[in-house]
């Protein structure tokens, strides 16, 4: 079986690759190192032309939403004609993958409903800002 090559993406300056986080809806997010600052950061990327103002839409959202929960975006900009912006670098897992490593526990039940609680609760936050989130699955959600 041949060996899978991992795609290599060109980043703004100022930021160097640590690992790929995620890559879907023609974007890809990337654990970053800010060679300013050195704070390890998230940056995503339009990685589709047509993404551009899906994604400067989702800076603008992120920008006014300061809520528990929710992550907390710094900077925006162009990376040959296309945007990024980066934003807190979360430590969790996804959900689904924190649930299956605790669904044999005792008290996994109270778990469940406590961190679906959270993420109920921060969903109806920003719906009641008019904003309805599209993209809602247990691998979009992480827990720390």
Known sequence: MAKRRSKKYDLPAGFTPLKKLGEGAGNVVMAVKDETTGNELALKLATE???????????AILARLDRPGILHVYETGF???RPYFTMELIEGKPF???????????????????????????????????IVHADVKPANLLVR
């Open 49 to 59: 032309q047509d993404q551009a103002h899906r994604l400067q839409q989702e800076f």
């Open 79 to 81: 990376h040959k004609k």
């Open 96 to 130: 689904n993958r924190f649930m299956d490593e605790h669904r044999s526990e005792p008290g996994f039940i109270e778990l469940f409903l406590r961190v679906l609680g959270k993420a109920a609760t921060t969903l109806s936050d920003i719906h009641q800002e008019g």
